[in-house]
């Protein structure tokens, strides 16, 4: 199994302020063929079910505010927020989706500072 | 609406069986493939099982031999039969459509919570 490691577990930030988290994949998740990263951001807000936020490592889904973005590729990605709202506090997961089972990481707790 | 709502969850013994439901609506179920993704509270998202529109079946092997997935296009609803149910297996059970040409998972439901216990 594809094994993903987010980190920080935990990130307090300031209103207005950057937010960077991290995913590393235990293996290449680019599809050569494609030149496509097979990799998900979602936003799981309390009592909520998890929100896809951005795919193919950069594409952001519908209605996905645009201070949110994705970066990365290979093993090392990235999801930037640019400007932290009060709405923005969740828990972050990534997740592969190269291979079966498509594996999460564990988890990045988003609070504000 | 595009919408999946789950149900079935609720208490069952260690070594027990119980099936999960999960309806769709506001969207053409028989084209889509689907997952099912737990999660113990307070804790992080497991990937259990995935039906593809062409009846392709996986399982994670925490749950292969003992889950089963299937669909009904007919009633537009998706299932997860579930059997010698462990403490482990307790958890908040997500349904979730793949986002076509893609395979990130763009709908998810509620959720329904399955306990097991004595």
């Known amino acids: 199994d594809i094994v993903m490691t987010q980190f920080p577990d935990s990130l307090a930030v300031s209103l207005g302020e950057r937010a960077t988290i991290n995913c590393k994949s235990s293996q290449s998740i680019l599809y050569r063929s494609n030149k496509k990263n097979y990799l998900a951001w979602y936003q799981q807000r309390p009592g909520q079910p998890p929100k896809l936020l951005i795919y193919w490592a950069s594409t952001r889904e519908s209605g996905v505010p645009d201070r949110f973005s994705g970066s990365g590729s290979g093993t090392d990605f990235t999801l930037t927020i640019s400007s932290l709202q009060a709405e923005d506090v969740a828990v972050y997961y990534c997740q592969q989706y190269y291979d079966s089972p498509r594996t999460f990481g564990q988890g990045t707790k988003l609070e504000i500072k | 609406e595009v919408q999946l709502v789950e149900s079935g969850g609720g208490l069952v013994q260690p070594g027990g069986s119980l099936r999960l439901s999960c309806t769709a609506s506001?969207?053409?179920?028989?084209?889509?493939?689907f997952h099912w993704v737990r999660q113990v509270p307070g804790k992080g998202l497991e990937y259990v099982s995935a039906i593809s529109n062409e009846d392709t079946t996986f399982y994670a092997n925490s749950v292969k031999g003992r889950f089963t997935i299937s669909r009904d296009n007919s009633k537009n609803t998706l299932y997860l039969q579930m059997g010698s149910l462990r403490a482990e297996d307790m958890a908040v059970y997500y349904c979730?459509?793949?986002?076509?040409?893609?395979?990130?998972?763009?709908?998810w439901g509620q959720g329904t919570m399955v306990t097991v216990s004595s």
């Open positions: 506001g969207f053409s179920f028989s084209s889509f493939a």
């Open positions: 979730a459509r793949d986002l076509a040409g893609v395979g990130a998972l763009d709908i």
